[in-house]
């Protein structure tokens, strides 16, 4: 992964956008992978109940032992945020990360799909999202950031191999409209 396409934002909260940070392969990987079907509830949480089981909890894909065999370039993703770039990625957020789990999920959102302004739990050290769009969708796919008053004040664009992070925090409310 590289981070040398990174730059630092402060609006409406500190993050970092990233540009061409992923190789070919593993865009392919993200891009063709299989996300498990069927009806979606679409209430504005990834999971459709607020606990990560429900029906749409079913439908989503994490790279796991279960199933890393399956992605061997997201595997090496996974082992390298276990290594050098928890390092890198700890000082930019000036967070410890060298004990931290990581868990990499496989977004396929479908036309219709919506989620609520959040904050991530506390517990959530870090959200990165990368993407993989090689069809050109719209920009305006990407997540959108809120200020205090959850006025939409920044959307980070849904090109092709961009993406953002950010570490947990009180004013970090993102979602997508």
Sequence with gaps: MNLDNTL?????????????CLDNETLNEISFAQIPGGDRAYDGTRAA???????????????????????????????????????????????????????????GDKKGFWLKPHKDIPEKLMTMMI??????????LGTDLYNEKFELV????YHHNNGYFFSSGNDTWHGLE
């Excluded at 930019?92 to 868990?103: E, G, H, Q, W």
């Excluded at 993407?131 to 305006?140: D, L, S, T, V, Y």
């Design 131 to 140: 993407w993989a769009n090689p069809n050109n969708e719209h920009e305006n």
């Design 154 to 157: 920044k959307t980070v664009k």
């Design 49 to 107: 109940d607020h606990t990560g089981k429900g029906v749409d909890g079913k439908l989503r894909l994490f790279v796991d032992k279960n199933n890393c065999q399956n992605f061997p370039n997201l595997t090496k993703l996974i082992n390298k945020f276990q290594g050098s770039l928890a390092s890198k990625i700890s000082l930019l957020l000036d967070k410890n990360l060298s004990k931290s789990f990581v868990r990499l999920e496989i977004i």
């Design 8 to 20: 630092e934002c402060s609006y409406p909260f500190k993050h970092w956008e990233l540009s061409e």
